[in-house]
């Protein structure tokens, strides 16, 4: 299959994606700290997953579109989304790359787990840049593939494979990469949250909530980062100033 079809099979499974919900929760409140008191009409979520990270954002948006290649996914996004706002929602079952969206035309694109998954990293970033307005926010998740944490999970997802072979290899994407292509493209860098997502082999020995707790600790959060250089892994907030 093409890569594009095996991650859409991999999502498919929602519990796959939900065992991880320590970590979605972490991806909201970054999300709400980094747009605490902007004003946004025209919000898009890719992917959106279950919807947990920007239909919270709906009391005080105008619209917010969701668009997810999962249909399971959207499914679950669609039953989220509080009766009082369906008129405020598009919700798109499609691969980002063939939907037609306009330009210049969102306040806030968030783009959370994706650059891991797509074939071209440096045509995902080019198409989001496109789409911000000026003056516009994008939120966007890296795994910073030169951190030593990286090579870590690299090494632990590779004696995995030698157990269970894995769908598809995740995309090895510098954090300079996305910093520089961005910047390019017209953005300026507000802020950035680190910490790191794995717990390698040992994730299992901990609850969501328990892992939630010691990520918290010792990373603290997107308002006062604590061992940021020890994060792998990077959520940024950048504003296109060009």
Same mark, same amino acid.
């Given at each position: ?27 909201? !409140?970054?999300? !709400? ?11 898009? /979520? ?37 009766? !009082? ?20 035309? %969102? ?48 090494? %632990? ?54 892992? %939630? ?7 603290? /959060? ?21």
């Amino acid at each position: 299959m093409a890569d594009k079809d095996v991650v859409k099979e991999l999502f498919e499974n929602t519990a796959l994606y939900l065992t991880y919900d320590y970590n979605l929760q972490i991806r909201k !409140e970054t999300v !709400e700290i980094f747009t605490q008191g902007e004003k946004l009409n025209s919000v898009l /979520d890719i992917p959106c997953g279950t919807g947990a990270i920007s239909i919270p954002l709906l009391n005080r948006i105008e619209k917010l579109t969701l668009i997810d290649i999962s249909s399971n996914m959207l499914a679950i996004a669609e039953k989220n989304i509080p009766a !009082e706002f369906r008129n405020k929602t598009e919700l798109i079952n499609k691969n980002f790359f063939e939907c037609n969206l306009p330009e210049k035309s %969102y306040d806030l694109i968030l783009c959370l787990g994706l650059l891991a998954h797509v074939e071209s990293p440096g045509q995902l970033l080019n198409k989001l840049s496109s789409l911000v307005k000026p003056g516009g926010l994008l939120i966007i998740q890296n795994t910073d593939s030169k951190h030593f944490y990286s090579y870590f999970i690299r090494a %632990y997802l590779g004696l995995k494979n030698l157990i269970s072979k894995q769908p598809y290899s995740l995309n090895k994407v510098p954090a300079k990469l996305v910093e520089k292509t961005l910047i390019a493209n017209g953005f300026e860098l507000q802020n950035c949250f680190r910490y790191n997502q794995s717990f390698l082999g040992f994730s299992n020995l901990f609850s969501n909530g328990k892992k %939630y707790k010691l990520t918290g600790r010792f990373f603290g /959060d997107a308002q006062k980062n604590k061992n940021a250089a020890m994060g792998s892994d990077y959520t940024y907030l950048f504003k296109k100033i060009g």
